[in-house]
């Protein structure tokens, strides 16, 4: 049974440019929440998706955008890309909108230069 | 807006020592409770939860945890630790009611046990 698969695992960009990090659920699961983790401290909320909608957002700018797809997979895109964006990109699945506990993939590793 | 606290960063035990890892958090409303851990090389994963009922709850490996409501507390508890306890741990907090979809988590603990 395929847990919570994130690609790519490692990236490195350039300031300025734009990312697509890519999320597949849990088979079953309908929604996708997405956390940034910077070295030190805990996951940070950025978005949860369920059916296809936005459920809620966390305080990032609006270069962070996502979007979940009819399969429930999901996408993160962050244009523009800070020094400070560089983090451990974690999405997180779960049965439905409300949170039971995560189920969490291994994370995409953004390092921007 | 909801806030977390764990106030030990690094614990360092024997193994057979009894261990509490503390958890505060910030909100006055109803909250769903969570401890995860994440060992090395490995992605977070959920240790227990708490919804309501039985304020102590247990969860996998031993580990158990009590809400304290007036101290606003979720404390971790585990009486006889082993190295392959060795991880970060998170304690998290959700807000059903308000936004059912976000989690705030601590900085997270540190635990080494020493064989």
């Known amino acids: 049974d395929a847990g919570v698969t994130q690609s790519p695992t490692h990236l490195i960009k350039t300031r300025g440019q734009q990312v697509t990090l890519r999320c597949s659920p849990i088979s079953g699961h309908k929604s996708v929440s997405w956390y940034q983790q910077v070295l030190g401290q805990g996951p940070q909320f950025i978005f949860q998706y369920y059916e296809k909608e936005e459920r809620g957002r966390g305080n990032f700018p609006d270069r962070f955008s996502a979007r979940q797809f009819p399969n429930y997979s999901s996408e993160l895109n962050v244009n523009a890309l800070l020094l400070g964006d560089s983090a451990l990109y974690l999405c997180a699945s779960s049965l439905d909108s409300a949170n039971y506990g995560y189920t969490f993939g291994s994370g995409t590793r953004l390092t921007v230069v | ?115």
């Not at chain 2, 490995?42 to 309501?52: A, D, E, G, M, R």
Request: glycine content about 8%; proline content about 4%; overall charge neutral.
């Open chain 2, 1 to 115: 807006a909801q806030s977390v606290s764990q106030h030990n960063h690094h614990v360092i035990l024997s193994e057979a020592a009894s261990l509490e890892l503390g958890c505060n958090y910030s909100y006055g409303g109803t909250v769903n409770l969570f401890w995860y851990v994440q060992y090395p090389g490995q992605h977070l994963q959920l240790l227990l939860k708490y919804f309501s009922g039985d304020p102590l709850v247990k969860g996998i490996k031993g580990f158990e945890a009590e809400f304290i409501k007036s101290k606003f507390s979720f404390n971790l508890r585990k009486p006889s630790v082993q190295w392959s306890d060795t991880a970060e741990y998170f304690c998290a907090v959700n807000a059903p009611n308000t936004n059912a979809g976000k989690s705030t988590f601590g900085d997270g603990t540190t635990l080494t046990v020493k064989p």
